[in-house]
């Protein structure tokens, strides 16, 4: 069997994985290679690290996977050095792990990592939506914007791409704060939810009921009913976490 390319990167198929075809890990070179133009007006690692980090947060690279250094580096367009930086920095953030003489491989979180994002997301997601100081007339439509792409997901059965609208409805309750500091650690956060939703039995049987509860809390935020939706999104997380929990095998 030939060793596949995307757009002349060689691509390896991830220890752990079993996908035929690669597609997954087709999709996550290809759109790296797309992200570097992006990086290369700044070159730094910050924006190599942001790239890869949004290839987790998109499903493109799932828990297991292993992340060949030079291969980024071709994808990206800039040095194994500034490739390294960003992976120290993802190894930090806890979304990658580091396994001597192996590599470097997609992390995945253990069920306390579970509970502790959710303690984090508590805290952060019901206080933008309560006191956000950003909630003008274009962020409360994000909101409404990911809530309407979750509804054309599930409504032609794509389940991978509900799971990455219910992300963009979260990461767009947090925008309502206006502050890139919160959005970066609501970055962060969804990661390592998305490598947690990997470890669920169904993605469509955990994130389909939810659709509806989004639609509520914006209809909250849309009728200026911001301390009511902050409560809903609380109680929403609390029983998140619980169902989640429930069903979530990590191996």
Do not use: K
């Amino acid at each position: 069997m030939s060793t596949p390319t995307v757009e002349g990167v060689t691509v390896l198929r991830p220890p752990g994985l079993d996908l035929p075809g690669l597609d997954l890990a087709d999709a996550a070179v290809a759109s790296l290679t797309r992200a570097r133009v992006q990086v290369m007006h700044t070159s730094t690692a910050e924006r190599v690290a942001d790239a890869v980090r949004d290839e987790i947060v998109e499903g493109r690279l799932r828990p297991g996977s292993r992340l060949p250094e030079q291969r980024l580096c071709t994808a990206l367009g800039v040095s194994r050095n500034t490739v390294r930086e960003a992976m120290s920095q993802l190894v930090t953030e806890r979304v990658l792990v580091r396994e001597p003489h192996r590599g470097l491989f997609v992390a995945r979180p253990d069920r306390e990592a579970v509970r502790d994002v959710y303690r984090a997301r508590r805290v952060i997601e019901p206080a933008s939506v309560r006191s956000g100081e950003a909630a003008d007339d274009t962020r409360v439509a994000a909101v409404r914007a990911a809530v309407e792409e979750g509804r054309g997901a599930a409504a032609d059965e794509r389940w991978d791409d509900l799971a990455s609208a219910n992300q963009h409805f979260h990461r767009a309750l947090v925008a309502l704060a206006g502050s890139p500091r919160l959005d970066q650690q609501m970055a962060l956060l969804l990661a390592e939810m998305r490598l947690v939703f990997h470890g669920m039995p169904g993605v469509r049987e955990f994130h389909e009921p939810y659709l509806a509860r989004n639609a509520t809390i914006c209809e909250l935020l849309e009728g200026g009913r911001r301390a009511a939706a902050a409560d809903a999104v609380d109680e929403y997380l609390r029983e998140a976490e619980t169902h989640l929990l429930s069903g979530y095998d990590p191996t």
